[in-house]
Structure formats: structure tokens, C-alpha cells
């Protein structure tokens, strides 16, 4: 069996380190041919880490924080822990990686440090979303904040082959998110998109997507420029999070809500359970030369090993050469 | 008491007419003040209208359907129920006219029939979205689907009228839809928008909102183009659907589920009538010489009747003027 090499940064997240090493032993837990590199300050690694044959720590002297502007502190802080994991994916010490830090710094990283894949204008990040019908994989999410359509189209290209491949999807629909379904909507950009992927007919291409069709999972890949896409799924995580804490406020104050929860707990939690983030931990960035993973800022230990295995599969599946070769 | 009149599209909308025109009855009898012109063919309305003295019907020979091109629509149907309803408003026969019909027309009728007030390059559609802490104003929901940074400038001001003199809150918050709260975040139209807005020093203008926390209400007006604002507005609609159905599929599978529902049913039912768009029915487009309410393509007697309030405030207190003397 073949190892696997995956860098993570250990300094990435609202929960670092502690979260990402425990996350990062449940992966060498639950996969026999991964070994890992946690990238960052070593004493505050091995503070929290418990010790395990495949994972190794790679010292690190610089952290590259939330608010700090991405292509900047990717170019300045040549010996943070997150520039240090991607410069291991571009010298092949380890073929992908991951963090749960600042998302433009992993976007401008991927683009600086390991590189675009040729033919490809712009990196996008990718998503499964939950949805009632079945996942939806939703890109871009945040990579590239405006796009021309020849973006958008790279993006429906690129989300193909990675639906196809590494999410075993057939022929995956793909729709554009639009402001209505009717051929008149859109703008400029979104029209122009739309006749560049209708005219690829290797694409099961099925036309726009409105808003209120994301939740019912009406297309396997749902194509939109970073921004919006930014937006709705923050949103959806929102709503969600604050439809818990009303429902939960509500039930507190009244005794008969607790007396009916015992009996409808199994059904909230159901839905909770479906609808949360954590089991979405691994969020591709497409159109860069290696196996990159953004995990979610938040992300607790779960969701550090989703991403891994994430990362883990993209690699064994080398869905970078897919992609270069497709496109 | 002056008499207000509001033209009403009897044709437009899913449930049209019959729920449209039971609107207009629940209207005139919570209002004394208003008089209704229902425009539409004049058989199909009294087949469905119960009579009453102060509602009045003009028979219209067409109707603009929900995916007809907006712009030719209202150019070519001269006797549409939803042209005739703003002509109305133009010649001054009544101060306001609503209509449930295709948005685009109703924006395209705003500007090439009611008219766009002088200093206004687009008209703007302002939703008040239903959040945890407060109301927040969203402006724009579809009206111009890409913005250049002055439209969301003029939104911004034409919100900020609104929200302090129809929805009578004091200095209210205003924020700009953004991909992130940090100072770096959006694209050229969103920082250059930033940069006008925070210079008008009359406007309380508090930053970046991102997606996530729209839910919250952490703001009184959230500024963005009519696409962001469109698929943010329908994602919510389609989430708390989705919700609802999976909730009940669930709860149908199991007696202990149902047995809990018994005791939960006030706190869901408070929920979703907290977050039922039928309490939101009247959406103002601004930007134009009168009051045109949209209200939403599914809206049934309680929405009209709410659209109807809607138009009916925004006249007393003359929101069009109120606007162009402050642009």
C-alpha cells in the first residue's frame, strides 16, 4: 500500500491547533495509508497533540491570521505554517494539503505557491451542500469573487470531472444560479456563461437555478460566481444556526415544548444532524496543481477529518491530472 | 378623511383573481380611507369578487404572463391589467397601484410608465426580511440585477427615507452585502460603493454584512444589487420550505414524533409565522414618481392585503416625494 503524504496546518481555524491535531489523529485512526505533516509552532502542537507514528510536526514560525490581506501574507510570511504545507505540496513532500485558515490566503496560496494548472484562468472553490434530494456541489464559494464566463465555464468543467470522479456522480446535472429559471434572466455575465456551457455537450447542462431550488437539490453541480455563492451559503448556514437558538430559546420558556422535545428530539436532531456543516468539512480548491483543502474556519476535530479524507481521495483519484487533462 | 385610491393588477399572480380580489375586500374593510380600482377582465373578476361600495373594477383585454420579456411586455400589451393599473398612477386617477404579476414588467412599468424620479438612474425593489433582533430592509431584491457602485448609493439613500419615515425607525443601521466583514472583502462594485456611501456622512453606514448574519437583523438596511438580493431572498423562502416539509415527512414516520408534536406544535407554529413572507407582502419599488407595490408571485388574500397596507402608508406619508427631494 502506497502512502500518502497530507500537510496540514496546524495554526488554520477559530480552533487551532488543538481541534486540527485531534482531527488529524482520527484520520491516521481511520485511514492505515495516510501519514501527516502538521505544519506550525511546535511546543503549542505537542501541547495538544497525542503522539501517533504517522503524523510528524513541521516547526513553523509564522501564523497568517483572518483579517490579514491574502496575496500579502502569503507573499511576506514566507515561514507560516499555511505557506510552509502548500510549499510541501509544490516540492512533492507531500502530494495535497489542508487548512482552516483565512480562505483568500489559501485561494492566493494555491495560485502563488502551488500553482494554477494551465488552462485554467481561475481557481474555484467547490462545496457539497446538503439539500433534501441529494447533494448539491456548489462552486465557486468564495475563490474568485467576480467572474467573466469563461470562469464560470472552467468552473462547470471543473466541477464535472470532480462530481464524476471523486463523487461517483454520472452524467451530473449541472444548472447556473440565476435570478429566475426563464431564459431572460441573468445578467451579462451569467448569459454569457450559459450559451459558453450549453455549447460544451459533453456537460449535462440544464439551464439556470433560482434560489429557493438550492435547498431541494434540483441539480447535482450549481455553477455561480464566488461571491454569491459566498453569500448563500453563509446564509444558509445562518439560518440554520438561528433557527436552533430560537427553537431552543421557545423551548425553554415554555414546560409543555421541553415535555413535547423528549418525545420530538429524534426528529430535530435528524434534521440538524443532515443539514450541518461539519459533515461538509472538505472544501476542494479547483484549478491548482496538487490536492488543496479548505476546511470550514470553524471546524472542530469532525470536520478536520472529513477534509483529510477529502484530500486523501482527491489524491488517490489525482483529480488535478483529471482536471488538466480535460481541460 | 381624504380618500386614497390604489389601482390593483386583479391579473397578476398565481392565485389571480380570486385571491387578489378577496385582498382587496379585507383591505377596504380595515381600511376606511381607501378606495380600490381592480384592473383585469371584468367577468372573471365578479365571478370571484363579493361586491362592495368602495372597490370599483376597470375590464383590461390582456395579461402579461410570468415568463414574458418585462420591457416588450409592457410596451406592447397598451391594455394589460398591469399597465392600465400604472397608467393609473401616472395620470393621477389613483396614488399607488400593486401588483403580484412578473417582477421584471413591474420594474420595467415603473420606469417606462409611472416614470423614475429625476437624480434616480435605477429603481430598486426593498424587501423588509423577516430576522431574529429586527426587520432588516433588503434592498435590492431583483429590480437591476448588476450595479454599478452609485445604484447602490442611491439604494442606500432611497432605503434610508424609507425605513426612517414609512417604517419609522430612527437613524437606521446600514450595511453593505459583502463576501466578509473584513475591510478587504468585496469586489470593485462593492468597494467603490463602500467608498461613496461612507462619505455621505448623513447616512449611518456600519460596514460590511455577510451572508450569515442576515438572520440576525444586525442591521435596519442591507444594501446590495437585485441578483445577490434575489437569490439571498429566495434561498431563505426555499430553506424554510425545505424545512417544513422534511419536518413533517419525519414526523409523519413516527407516533412518538407526532405525540411530541401534540405539545411542540405552538413554538414550530410561532416559527414559521415569525418567518412566513405572507406577513412580508408589500414590497415598494423605489425609485419611481408613485407608489408601486410588488407583491410576491404566490401571494394569497393576506399577502395582497398587506401589499395593499403597504401602498396605502407609502402614499400618506408621500415616499415618492420624500425621496426626490433628497436625492
Redesign the interface.
Known sequence: MSKITIAIDAMGGDHAPAEICKGAVLACKEFEDIEIILTGDEDKIKACLEPHPRIKIQHTTEIIT??E??ANAIRKKKDSSMRIAMEMVRSGEAQGCVSAGNT?AIVAGGVLVVGRLKGIDRPALGVSLP??ERPSFMIDV?AT??CKPENLLQFALMANIYAEKILKIKNPEIKL????T???K?????LGAKSLIEARKNLNFQGYL???????GHSDIIVCD???G??????????????K???FD??KK?F??K?????????VK??WT?FNYEKYGGTPLLGVKGSVIKAHGRSKAPAILSAISAARTFIEEDGASLISSEI
Open positions: 483572518m483579517d490581506h491574502p483568500g439539500t433534501i468564495g469573487v467576480r444560479l440565476s435570478n429566475g426563464e431564459e431572460i441573468g445578467d451579462e455575465t451569467v433560482e434560489g429557493n431550488e438550492i435547498v431541494w464566488g461571491f454569491n459566498n453569500v448563500a451559503l453563509k446564509f444558509g448556514e445562518g439560518i440554520m444556526q438561528g433557527l437558538s430560537l427553537l421557545e423551548i415554555s409543555m415544548a415535555f413535547g422535545l423528549l418525545f420530538l428530539a429524534p426528529v435528524k434534521l443532515r
